[in-house]
């Protein structure tokens, strides 16, 4: 089994930054890839940026140059630095670990880019 922890969230000024975290335990061999996602009422989760096992990144085009994505050695927290945050970056933050074709959820944070 697999948990997965977000801290982080909460509410900035259009301009501001903040940094989200997420702590993997569990049985978390095999880590293919790790990333957040992010969901706003009515529209489908969305990912934002991931990790792979190698190292690559990927970010979504709205954040590209904004937001930063990290994992420490152990893979065990992943983190996303969210600079230059826009009132449309306002959405539940999820974060994600594949583990071979096993996907795992953690239960979101909720981030308000507003003045």
């Known amino acids: 089994q697999v948990q997965l922890v977000e801290s982080g969230g909460g509410l900035v000024q259009p301009g501001g930054s903040l940094r989200l975290s997420c702590v993997v335990s569990?049985?978390?061999?095999?880590?293919?890839?790790m990333g957040w996602y992010r969901q706003v009422p009515g529209k489908d989760r969305e990912m934002v940026a991931a990790i792979f096992s190698g190292g690559s990144t990927y970010y979504a085009e709205p954040v590209k140059g904004r937001f930063t994505i990290s994992r420490d050695n152990t893979k065990t927290t992943v983190s996303l630095q969210m600079n230059s945050l826009k009132p449309e970056d306002t959405a539940s933050y999820y974060c994600n670990v594949q583990i071979r074709s096993d996907n795992y959820w953690g239960k979101g944070t909720l981030v308000t880019v507003s003045s």
């Open positions: 569990g049985n978390i061999f095999s880590i293919t890839g």
